[in-house]
């Protein structure tokens, strides 16, 4: 699902930097590096992924660090995360298949079919292979902070039209 949050940060600049006579400059020097901090951020386990900054809705006055010399500026910002919860149906694209499953609870696929493409086969004949679109149901899901991503637990059984399209 995705979500828009209003986020607080604390974003460093170096004062060379900066353009003493511009706000305009600063704005930019700002956003630059909370695009920069928003990309290698990734994820949150509260707020799931960041996908886009939308809006800057504040800048707070900078505090110089004596130690470094560079400027600690605290934002707001809007933005948009993507997060997944139990319950929710879903839609993935399979980048690997195993002989165990596709990180999917697969129910109607029965047949795991090994080679070269391998790939996942029901009684109706579909398909689950790489680069297949699946629509699945999230059973849970769980927060990996070391790596900062979720992984989720999911199922193909039930009556929402699930399986690959």
Same mark, same amino acid.
């Given at each position: ?8 940060? /604390? ?110 086969? /029901? ?43």
């Amino acid at each position: 699902m995705f979500l828009q949050a209003k986020l607080p940060w /604390n974003v460093m600049i170096r004062a060379e930097e900066l353009d003493p006579n511009g706000h305009l400059m600063i704005k930019r020097a700002i956003l630059i590096r909370l695009l920069d901090a928003f990309a290698s951020k990734k994820a949150t386990k509260d707020l799931g992924y960041f996908v886009a900054l939308k809006n800057l809705e504040k800048v707070g006055e900078g505090k110089i660090k004596e130690n470094t010399g560079e400027i600690l500026f605290p934002v707001v910002f809007s933005g948009i995360t993507f997060n997944i919860f139990q319950g929710e149906i879903v839609h993935g694209v399979v980048h690997m298949v195993h002989k165990t499953g596709v990180f999917l609870r697969c129910g109607p696929c029965e047949n795991y079919i090994p080679g070269e493409n391998p790939m996942f086969l /029901n009684q109706t004949m579909s398909r689950i292979q790489k680069g297949s679109t699946v629509r699945f149901m999230v059973l849970s899901t769980k927060w990996r902070e070391k790596e900062r991503y979720f992984i989720a637990l999911a199922s193909l059984e039930g009556d929402y039209n699930l399986g690959p399209f």
